[in-house]
């Protein structure tokens, strides 16, 4: 990594002030929503999850030492996610994305597709795959192998909620903010049918 990265990143910082005088409630109402609100239970505050993520971003910052990392946030539910993991993170990225689908709303239908594949090439580069969750880890698994006939240099996978119990394949999580039990959990990414992703706090419906 070079002096001019740390000096710019330095003096974005010191000319940068934040801002942050507002409360988020545990619960909050979603316009279009009423009956998804009257079953949310909060699961994971928005402060808890930020601290989770700051830890998670200083191990792959350990790891990632002296190298660049392509960072692969899996649309949509990992946006989320993936903006607050690289903003808590030192090491220089290079942002790229991936969109499959297996969910229809709260079930996975196992049958797994790319909807939208990267832009550039991945080969001989450090790699981390960024999803929101992990359940019974096909949808991880077929990621897995198909970035790794890519040929990158290495390939490690970072997700925030991690449900062991629904685990039907092996697949090795290198970074897990939470290990959740099986309830299906809603807002900061996470969606019922395209809805509730802008909840700023981890829910789930009993």
Excluded at 150 to 163: E, G, H, R, T
Aim: aromatic share 10%.
């Amino acid at each position: 990594m070079s002096n001019e990265f740390f000096v710019n990143k330095l003096l974005v910082n010191k000319k940068l002030k934040c801002y942050n005088s507002f409360k988020i409630p545990l619960k909050i109402e979603v316009k279009g929503m009423k009956d998804l609100n009257k079953k949310l239970k909060v699961m994971y505050r928005e402060e808890q999850l930020q601290e989770k993520i700051k830890e998670i971003a200083k191990k792959i910052d350990e790891d990632y030492k002296g190298k660049e990392v392509i960072v692969i946030s899996i649309l949509k539910g990992a946006i989320f996610f993936t903006v607050d993991l690289v903003k808590k993170m030192s090491t220089p990225i290079v942002l790229e994305t991936m969109q499959v689908s297996s969910y229809s709303g709260t079930e996975s239908t196992g049958d797994i597709r790319v909807k939208k594949d990267l832009d550039s090439n991945i080969e001989g580069k450090d790699v981390l795959i960024v999803e929101d969750i992990v359940d019974s880890g096909y949808t991880l698994k077929f990621l897995k192998e198909y970035l790794i006939s890519k040929n990158p240099k290495s390939l490690k996978i970072a997700v925030l909620m991690d449900k062991k119990e629904r685990r039907k394949v092996d697949v090795n999580i290198d970074y897990v903010c939470f290990e959740i039990p099986n309830k299906f959990v809603v807002g900061y990414g996470f969606d019922v049918d395209e809805k509730g992703r802008n909840i700023p706090y981890v829910g789930y419906i009993e």
